[in-house]
Structure formats: C-alpha cells, structure tokens
C-alpha cells in the first residue's frame, strides 16, 4: 500500500511539472501598454512562429535568459504570430513539448498592418523580431534578427 | 600628409555606410525601380522588359516553403489571371538561399510552379541581388510598378494573410485599379508579418 501511494504521489508530482503554461491571447492595445510601461521590470519581447525556422533555433537564448534573469525584474515574453486556425493543433503542442518557460502569448489580430508600427516603425514584419523595454529609463531597443545567448545578454545590459 | 590620408578614409567610411544603409533601405514610393534579367522555371531568362505591351508589373518576392507565401499562392494565381490581361503582369521572384532553404531551390521552384500551374514568371533571383536592391526584408514582399518601372506601391497583398474570405482590404487590388486608373495610390505602403528571406551567410 505506501509503495503504491509512493508511486501515486511522484506521478501526481510527475504531471504536474508537465503541464504547461496557459497561452493567453493578446491584441495591438496590449503591445502599446508594454511600450508605455513604467514599471521596472525591463520586457524581452519576441515575435516568432513555430514554423519560422530562424525563430525556433533562438528560443534557447530567450529562454536562457529568462532563467539566469528571472530574479533581476526581466521578463521574456515570446509573442506567437501562428495562424490563429494552427493554434490547438501546433501553438499548443509546441510549447508543451518544448516545456517553454518564458511566457507565450498569442498575437490576436488579423491585420499586421495595425500593430506592426506599433512594435517599432522599423520593423518590416519579418520574423523574428525582438524589442527590449526599460519603463524605468524610457528606452526601447529593436531587432530585426534572430539571436544568439551571448549577443542577446549583451542587448539586455544596454538597458538594465 | 596626414591629412589627405584621414579626408580618404573619412570618404571611404561614408562611401561604405552609404553601401549598407542602402542595402537595407532599398526603394521607396516614387523611386524607379531596376529592371532584372533572372532564370524563370521555363530555363529561359526573363526581365521586365520581356513583359510586352505591359502598363505596370507586380512584382512579388515570394517562395515555395514560407507559410504566408504557401497561403497567398492563390491570391497571386487570382490576381495574375485578373490583372495580366490588363496590362499588369505578376512576376514571382524568390530570392532565399537554396542551402538555407532546400526547398527554395530551382528545381523545387519549377515542380511547384508545375504543380500549382503558375500562370505568371516565376523567376530565381539566385545572386540576391534583385531583393537587395529592392529592399526586400520577407516573403511574400509587393513592389508594383508603372509602365516606366517607378514604385507605386510596397507592402502587402491584402490585410489577412491566414483567410482570404476575411479581407477587409485589398491593398495591392487598389493600389492597381488607382495606377490603373490615372490615380493617386492612397495607401502606398503597408506591412505584413512575414518570412525572413534568407540571404547567404
């Protein structure tokens, strides 16, 4: 019987680390409230989609960042611009295997033209793209290129 | 001595800036756009003035494997089969890197262009040079032109690239009944989230 609890209990336990983060679905309004943000924590925020190869090859960077400055007021946010109908059957499973720790969000609208100015006016709306923001000292820093760790730590210094 | 020597370098250094500022700038609105001579999937070369009796061209860098080029290929069929007779061809120009993308490859190009009956050129700009000098940044990238190759529009298609029964706005279908039409292009210039082209390392 306490060796079938134990099992019980570290499968319980077991579960419960793989269930994933809830993606939640985000509009352009959201994309201005995170560049007029005074709060201190600094926003590494990415744009990319599971079938965008560049995107999918620097996640590790993001994710790595977000742990090593997880207790230093950084948040990664890792905006997904799939198609909204690819959602269930790719956005979710993705992140799921890939057990992604920084935070997904999906980008809701149908119309890049809106909100992709609202990122940065430099921005052609190739993916993948990043922008860095301090609140605290009013500066955004905008990328339109894929990452390696060292050269995105290096980016997130500029700011914090 | 010196001095000369520091005056060169200065003007080497701002020749080289003016080199990749315009790399990545490429054309604007109202600039005259260059003429190409690039590989159809046919094997014979093309370039625009090929094009006869052509009032404009739509010109679209586009590929095979990027999922917001595989969801306009339609559109692009559409608008070629309503618009050459008119006078405005599209002409496709893929412009990835074959060894970053395999499936952007010439031989790839001509069994999709086979398979989807491409009704327009579809050309290979294999040296990257059209796409540099364009300004082109993703796939698929609009750039129409008039009769005298003068840009009149840059952007996107329409403004859903996942739906085609939920256009609201037709961008380039505007942009061309405007030019057309002896109009101004009222919206010139849009953006659309897109695949990075892959330049060569």
Sequence with gaps: MKQLLQILFFFTLGTSFLVAQEITFIDREQIT??????????????????????????????????????????????????????????????????????????????????????????????????????GKKKQTLFFEKSFEYEELEKALLRVL | MKKPLSLLSLALGLFAMSFITGVHDGYHVGDVARDFKLMNVDKSMKSMADAKDAKGYIIIFTCNHCPFAKAYEDRIIQLHEKYAPQGYPVIAINPNDKDKAPDDSFE????????????????????????????????????????????RYIGAIDDNSEDADMVEEKYLENAIDALHEGKDVEVSFTKAIGCTIKWKS
Excluded at chain 1, 45 to 71: H, M, R, S
């Design chain 1, 33 to 134: 409230r995170w560049k007029n943000s005074e709060s201190d924590t600094v926003f590494v925020i990415n744009f990319w989609a599971t079938w965008c190869g560049p995107c999918v090859k620097e996640l590790p960077a993001f994710e790595k960042l977000q742990e090593e400055y997880a207790d230093k007021q950084v948040q990664v946010i890792l905006v997904n611009n799939d198609f909204k109908k690819q959602f269930e059957s790719r956005v979710i499973p993705f992140v799921q295997e890939r057990n992604l720790k920084s935070r997904v969000v999906f980008m809701n609208e149908s119309n890049p033209n809106k909100w992709i100015d609202l990122v940065s006016e430099e921005w052609s709306g190739a993916l993948p793209a990043t922008i860095i923001i301090s």
């Design chain 2, 108 to 151: 790839k190009m001509q069994e999709r262009a086979e398979s989807k009956k491409f009704p327009f050129w579809y050309l290979y700009d294999d040296k990257q040079e059209i796409a540099k000098a364009y300004g082109a940044t993703r796939t698929p990238h609009v750039y129409l032109l008039d009769e005298k190759r003068v840009v």
